[in-house]
């Protein structure tokens, strides 16, 4: 478990459970592992331009081949302050604005610096090609490609997370503790001249720019009779300069490191402590096989079932602040399964309308006519789930939320069998396979010797997912434009447990055991007046 408490509005302090093994623990003894402050609280006021032009055109080539062309521009500006309260960190520069500012640090008016603090980029052009081909008029072969620009994070909290404008601060055990995580420490209110030093911050990179994304596909599409009809097709996905943050000025570890002498092994001691550069060098990519059979209504029913094989992998499924790299001195350590990734997908949805009675008495034609029956089913597979230590085993001093997410090294085989239910949910996976990548125990947060753990991010597959949805509903005409409708729902129809993830977190007592699942069986009953 990892144990987080507000301390103040904009302040944070972490239990991490290296101080007596455990968060709870820490959090009682008031111990905090981080404490972290910002005044004052953030100002969500910036101000961002968008615009587009798209020219496209469907060229039919023969009666068998049509071809769509196009092709879009897309602008948007970076983030301005209507107020000019924000700043970054460039090496090589002194500021003119604040000429006490540390050097590397600058702000809107100072040379060559924009008010946006990063380049308009002025040469987004995204292509846009496809073509539709029916060699027969029950067959069609349809494929595309495309660019897609996305749209810059209005970043303003994290870049107007500066000085003289604000003031962040991270403590590393601090020793006042919970009671007075300030002690000794000089003030963290900000003023005209707020360069408390060493400073921590976060600031946009320089050459941040819009995400974009390369999409393409090619499917089959074939008609079997008059109402069914089945579709296969490729579909992949490749997402460029993804929103990711890195810690930018990291302990350089080595043999003797402890979060003691953390900030003398920072490359820009003593000006600055932890700073978190906000980038665009994130990447994914997904490749998908996509496959449906559909009964269009005809005869009382419809019924579609679709099935995808699928894979995503990324730098980072996470977009908000907070969720860095793991690894400061490598963007791409982190690259593995997405968060979201399921590598099999069923899913089955119909709809059957009851036959209707004719020459009967008029009561029974009341009960028995008007009656539709429905249902969903789903079926996949798990998600993954990263094993984290809890540690900053690393010791690079990583700041914000990323502290303490530093992977194991592996000594076991993480996956087990399980004879029964009670097996399955108290040890998921074997957690004596995992160990911290120090050779000697963590005391109190310190690791003799810096080490990376070996084992990779999001290995581990979760629990799947499978669900029947059913519906039965009755129609009754109470006059010409009125009727009544009953509706009978049945939601998790079979009451099967879909266990969520198991816990990750090395420093928990529950570490690899499964404590929660969805929603049981429920079930809705219903009157609806329709008129």
């Not at 987080?4 to 290296?18: E, H, K």
């Not at 579609?304 to 001195?329: H, Q, R, W």
């Not at 690899?512 to 809705?524: F, K």
Request: glycine share 10%.
């Amino acid at each position: 478990m990892r144990f987080t408490c507000n301390w103040l509005t904009a302040s944070q302090s972490l239990f991490d459970g290296s101080i007596s093994g455990d968060p709870v623990a820490d959090f009682l003894l008031g111990s905090p592992a981080l404490f972290t402050t910002l005044e004052p609280d953030t100002l969500d006021d910036g101000v961002s331009t968008v615009m587009g032009a798209f020219g496209q055109d469907d060229y039919k080539v023969s009666s068998h081949l049509t071809l769509n062309l196009g092709v879009r521009w897309d602008l948007q500006t970076p983030w301005v302050s209507p107020q000019n309260v924000f700043g970054t960190f460039l090496p090589g520069h002194q500021s003119k604005v604040f000429p006490n500012a540390p050097p590397d640090f600058v702000y809107p008016g100072d040379p060559g610096i924009p008010r946006g603090l990063t380049p308009t980029r002025w040469t987004h052009f995204s292509p846009r090609l496809g073509f539709a081909y029916s060699p027969s008029d029950k067959t069609v072969v349809r494929s595309g490609f495309g660019v897609f620009f996305g749209t810059l994070i209005q970043d303003s909290g994290t870049v107007i997370e500066s000085p003289p404008f604000q003031v962040y601060s991270a403590f590393a055990d601090p020793p006042g503790g919970l009671s007075s995580p300030l002690l000794d420490e000089p003030s963290t209110f900000p003023n005209s001249s707020s360069f408390v030093l060493p400073i921590s911050t976060f600031f946009k990179d320089w050459h941040q720019t819009q995400p974009y994304s390369m999409q393409y596909n090619f499917t089959v599409e074939r008609q079997f009779s008059a109402n069914w009809s089945a579709q296969a097709g490729y579909v992949g996905r490749q997402g460029r300069h993804l929103f990711s943050q890195i810690e930018a000025n990291p302990a350089i570890p080595g043999p003797g490191a402890t979060l003691d002498n953390e900030q003398q092994r920072r490359p820009y001691n003593p000006d600055y402590a932890s700073m978190i550069r906000g980038t665009t060098d994130g990447n994914s990519y997904n490749n998908s096989l996509q496959t449906k059979v559909e009964h269009r209504m005809a005869h009382g029913f419809t019924v579609l079932a679709a099935y995808t094989f699928s894979k995503s992998m990324d730098t980072n499924s996470c977009i908000t602040e907070g969720c860095g790299v793991s690894n400061p001195f490598d963007s791409h350590f982190d690259r593995g399964l997405s968060d979201f990734d399921r590598r099999h997908v069923f899913s089955l949805s119909f709809v059957s309308y009851l036959p209707q009675v004719h020459g009967s008495s008029a009561a029974l034609r009341k009960f028995t006519n008007g009656w539709e029956f429905t249902g969903i089913a789903s079926y996949k597979t798990g998600v993954p789930y990263n094993i984290i230590t809890g540690q900053d085993t690393q010791m690079t001093g990583v700041g914000y939320e990323t502290f303490g997410t530093a992977r194991p090294q592996l000594v076991g085989d993480p996956y087990v069998s399980h004879a029964n239910k009670s097996q399955y949910l108290q040890g998921y996976f074997n957690p004596n396979a995992f160990a911290l990548p120090c050779p000697i125990t963590l005391v109190a947060g310190s690791c003799p010797v810096p080490a990376l753990g070996n084992f990779g991010r999001n290995v581990l597959i979760g629990p799947g997912y499978a669900d029947w949805d059913l519906g039965l509903f009755k129609d009754t005409n109470v006059t010409e434009r009125a009727k009544i409708q009953f509706r009978s729902e049945f939601f998790n129809v079979f009451n099967r447990a879909n266990f969520s993830n198991p816990d990750s977190y090395m420093p928990d007592s529950t570490f690899g055991v499964i404590s929660s699942a969805g929603a049981g069986r429920t079930i809705q009953l219903s009157l609806k007046v329709i008129f």
